[in-house]
């Protein structure tokens, strides 16, 4: 058996947030900057329509109260929320931390 040396075992250690700085650092040697965090567009194309469409349909299914169970009328209105905000912001932050983009360049 060989020993675990030190810099292995941080390695296997994920890191969190250091605000201070201005960095996130989500996982092993992975280094994002707020701006590119919450800021950068990285939603575009079909999928951009995509998340209109469903939020705007989810909101309609809402207003003509077509969904009135307690838990699913929820679950229907965080839907829409964010489709409709990611469409209109452009920016998905799971897309960001995965170093994920549909916009073309």
């Known amino acids: 058996m060989f020993p675990l040396s030190f810099s292995f075992i941080d390695a296997l250690i994920p890191h969190y947030t250091c605000f201070n700085k201005g960095i996130f650092i989500i996982g092993v040697n992975m280094k994002i900057s707020l701006k ?7 939603v575009g194309g079909v999928d951009l329509y995509v998340r209109a469409l469903i939020g705007s349909i989810a909101t309609i299914a809402l207003a003509m109260d077509l969904v ?12 829409a929320l964010v489709g409709l905000f990611t469409a209109m912001t452009r920016h998905c932050t799971p897309y960001s931390f995965i170093r994920y983009s549909t916009v073309r360049k």
């Open 36 to 42: 590119e965090a919450f800021l950068q567009e990285n």
């Open 68 to 79: 009135e169970t307690y838990p699913w009328n929820w679950i229907t209105a965080l839907i």
